[in-house]
């Protein structure tokens, strides 16, 4: 059967080429992903600051909760923590006693503006500089190359590739802000790390004194320690006994490789980000690669029923037949499984660097290639192909050899019962889930979770019901074909008479429009109502905003200047708690905001539902709806969350609000949320004038001058607000133009093979007459019926989960929907199909009718 598989992929090349095409699409995408998934798995930068020492131990870079699975199994499930958690400086000499610890260093540090001029100074790869203790510089392998240790509250030490980017030298002034207006200090030296590198991270070194006018107040603890073991101690007993040390003081050891984790926590972040995406984009593209081989193979199948209905006939078994499809099927898709992992590669690369700019991952993320990726995904691309062969030829190969040859004369009319009733359940389902949907109209998560199951019973639905769904909008269709003419007559009757043969085309335009419009229509709905949002809940007339965060100094100033009824500033990150949806637990990250309670209701209407957020403390918060929805809370419950370092949270709910997309989803008290984030800075401060107050634009401007970078706007920018929305929104983008290149494949195919087939009915026509302009036009309404039938049946399956969506997101039935989104979709869709159709016409056309007629199937 091999030797005859192998016979058939070389005769029928054409046939296979665009399951091949779409196998190696598929190879080239999971490998991607693959590698990406592994990156975020493995990733870790060699240590720089931490290079030298043994041990490193620093706060826990993810929360770890116990959850419920929908059976009542317990099980830990962790989420990444934006922010840094700061050990107590008492931990130290617990280190310190530990049997092996030779010596504890500990390390202490915050991000800082360089200033030269107004414009900030970045390190290489466009991050802000860090400033640390001098007597952190032994855990690391920077050294003194110039000048002298820095001495006393004025000197700081910077390294050579910073002092270079801004026009330092020994003995310089050099402004640093933190959370401070600019402080001024002399450049005392220079450090270089060991063998000449550049570092990742820009570093400056000063003493206790210096870095206490840098570091706030507020920012107690120490970023992390490192620890020395004594000469012939075995590091990892020595990290296992810190370990136990450790128990129930939020800290983490890091050895090894993994040191650099500790050192650069952003890696952290972007790593895990990457797995998710990673793990988001395969499985889409996976579930839509099956569902385009199985198109694509069965419409090769069905185009050689003759050939197949004479196997039958001349004695081969249904297991010959499946053997030699799935031997075909399996030769193909290992040639494009192998042949896309160059392309997989190339598809990493530019997916990082697509990540990068958009923040998702760190500027300087470079992923970790290896054989198991791509291994994996040339199995899985062997076994896709498997089974859709599979499930493609089960007709063909268990069909009795009598009625083979009797259906291969001509197209069967009439779904199998199976299909049929398939067909039944999945609509009575499909209904079910809406109606339910619609029930649940105030749940923010069933909504969601109902509205994607429901574009997948949809789409399901269409495949299984295509013929028949082609019939009927074609029939409505073909009276209006038949009033244009002769060739409109022509295209009527064939479309007519050939509806199994559109159903092939009609199918994927219809998943493609559904999929893509829903997918589309639901990110920009969603974008919308945030900007709606910001834009109703600002009720402050000023805004001061900065590059990289505003000193929380500035809404206290801001807050004493005359003709100000209140100020604030706004703090944002994120929170962690346990959500549920059906009955099955997972942790959830949550975006959090914190504004001083003072001025909340003067600066943000936040549109309450319930409660009272007057009420808000350090000891209280407030939810939005979408936030009640996940935790299962309401006013008057008790909130159990992990803040954005890690630190237990236990406070009552006080008020549910509704403009948690524009804003967050958690609100807290500024000083509290404020206290757990790394940089302790302000994302804005808001402003707001008292009624008749005059100036208060030119005094804030004032106020700004002393703090370069800061600007003084009239509103908050719905684009800062909701960049992490864009950047996601952007993911589902690219999703949907994945779904469109796939279909893509299957619509050029289904259409060119449809085409070819009808070379002899061309041929007839044209001896009977019809002259080449007349064909053309017949197959430009052919096309065009294909286009308008798909995409009308595609539009009317997007509406339901759309509706769902928009209910959930706006309260409305009504999504948000630019043209734009319809240009794309619809466009490039209706481009392909006629595309399809048109060329191989085209190149029929040119053959001879009287050579066409005699040519062989």
Not at 528 to 557: C, F, N, W
Request: some cysteine; aromatic content about 6%.
């Amino acid at each position: 059967m091999l030797s005859l598989a192998l016979a058939t992929l070389r005769a029928r090349r054409g046939a296979f080429a665009a399951s091949f095409v779409a196998l190696m699409l598929a190879s080239a995408v999971i490998s991607a992903c693959g590698v990406l998934l592994e990156s975020g798995l493995r990733s870790a930068l060699p240590p720089e600051r931490y290079e030298k020492a043994s041990v490193i131990v620093a706060g826990g870079q993810k929360a770890e909760l116990d959850v419920k699975s929908a059976d009542g199994f317990t099980y830990r499930s962790s989420q990444p923590l934006p922010e840094r958690f700061r050990l107590p400086a008492s931990l130290g000499d617990d280190l310190a006693a530990v049997d092996g610890v030779a010596s504890v260093v500990a390390d202490r540090g915050a991000t800082v503006r360089l200033l030269d001029g107004d414009r900030a100074v970045t390190g290489h790869n466009g991050a802000s500089p860090q400033v640390h203790n001098w007597e952190g510089l032994g855990l690391g392998g920077f050294r003194l190359a110039a000048g002298h240790r820095p001495r006393g509250a004025q000197e700081v030490v910077l390294d050579s590739d910073l002092a270079a980017r801004s026009g330092l030298k020994v003995g310089s002034s050099v402004r640093l802000m933190t959370v401070s207006a600019p402080v001024t200090f002399e450049v005392a030296g220079l450090v270089t790390l060991d063998g000449g590198r550049t570092p990742r991270q820009s570093v400056l070194f000063a003493a206790d004194a210096a870095l206490d006018r840098l570091i706030p107040a507020t920012a107690d603890g120490v970023d992390a320690f490192g620890v020395f073991t004594t000469p012939g101690t075995s590091r990892s007993s020595v990290a296992a006994a810190i370990e136990r040390t450790l128990t129930d003081k939020h800290g983490a050891v890091y050895t090894g490789g993994d040191r650099g984790r500790a050192e650069f926590a952003d890696v952290a972040v972007g790593a895990a980000n990457v797995v998710d995406l990673a793990t988001a984009i395969g499985g889409n593209v996976l579930l839509v690669a099956v569902f385009v081989v199985c198109a694509t193979t069965s419409l090769a199948i069905r185009h050689r029923r003759r050939e197949l209905a004479l196997l039958r006939a001349i004695g081969t078994t249904p297991r010959q037949m499946y053997g030699m499809i799935a031997s075909e099927s399996a030769a193909a898709g290992m040639v494009a499984g192998v042949i896309a992992c160059p392309l997989g590669a190339g598809v990493v690369y530019w997916l990082s660097a697509q990540f990068a700019g958009r923040g998702i991952v760190p500027p300087d993320f470079r992923p970790v290639i290896g054989p198991l990726p791509f291994l994996i995904a040339v199995a899985s691309t062997v076994v896709t192909a498997v089974a859709a062969a599979f499930v493609a030829s089960r007709r063909a190969a268990r069909i009795r050899p009598t009625e083979a040859l009797g259906e291969s004369a001509a197209e069967p009319t009439r779904l199998g019962r199976g299909r049929a009733v398939t067909g039944a359940v999945l609509v009575v389902l499909s209904v079910a889930v809406f109606g339910l949907g619609m029930g649940y109209r105030a749940d923010f998560l069933t909504l969601v979770g109902l509205a994607n199951s429901l574009v997948l019973l949809l789409a399901i639905t269409a495949a299984v019901l295509g013929p028949p769904l082609t019939r009927t909008a074609i029939g409505l269709l073909a009276p209006l074909l038949s009033r244009t003419g002769v060739t409109g007559w022509l295209a009527a009757v064939n479309s007519r008479s050939g509806a199994a043969r559109l159903a092939g085309a009609v199918t994927p335009l219809i998943l493609a429009v559904s999929f893509g419009a829903t997918v589309v229509f639901t990110q920009t709905t969603q974008l919308s109502e945030s900007a709606d949002e910001i834009r109703a809940g600002t009720v402050a007339d000023h805004v001061l905003t900065g590059p990289t965060g505003i000193s929380p100094q500035l809404a206290y100033k801001a807050a004493e200047l005359r003709g100000v009824a209140a100020a604030t500033g706004l703090v944002r990150t994120k929170a962690v708690g346990v959500g549920s949806l059906l009955g099955e637990q997972e942790t959830v990250s949550l975006s959090a905001q914190g504004v001083q309670p003072r001025a909340l209701t003067d600066t943000l209407d936040l549109d309450v539902r319930q409660g009272d957020l007057s009420a808000l403390s350090q000891e209280t918060v407030a939810i939005s709806t979408t936030a009640a929805s996940w935790l299962g809370l309401d006013v008057g419950a008790q909130a159990h969350l992990r803040l954005g370092d890690g630190t237990a949270f236990e406070g009552k709910v006080i008020a549910v609000y509704g403009r948690g997309f524009g804003f967050a989803d958690l609100t807290f008290d500024h000083d509290l949320l404020l206290s757990h984030t790394t940089d302790r800075v302000d994302q804005s401060v808001l402003v707001r004038s008292a009624p008749g107050a005059t100036g208060i634009g030119r005094q804030l401007s004032a106020l700004a001058h002393d703090y370069p970078g800061t600007t003084v706007t009239g509103a908050l920018a719905a684009d800062d607000q909701v960049e992490e929305q864009r950047a996601t929104a952007w993911v589902n983008y690219l999703v949907v133009g994945l779904i469109i290149a796939y279909t893509a494949i299957t619509i050029i195919n289904t259409q060119a093979m449809n085409t070819t087939a009808r070379r002899r009915e061309f041929a007839l026509l044209r001896l009977t007459g019809t002259n080449r302009s007349q064909m053309l036009g017949m197959m430009r309404r052919e096309s065009l019926a294909v286009v308008v039938v798909g995409a009308a049946l595609g539009v009317l399956l997007s509406v339901p989960p759309l509706v769902l969506v928009a209910t959930a997101l706006t309260g409305g039935p009504w999504p948000t929907v630019p043209v734009w989104g319809w240009l794309a979709v619809l466009g490039s869709t209706a481009v392909l199909s006629v595309a399809g159709t048109m060329l191989p016409t085209r190149w029929m056309l040119r053959a001879r009718p009287v050579d066409a007629i005699g040519v062989k199937e």
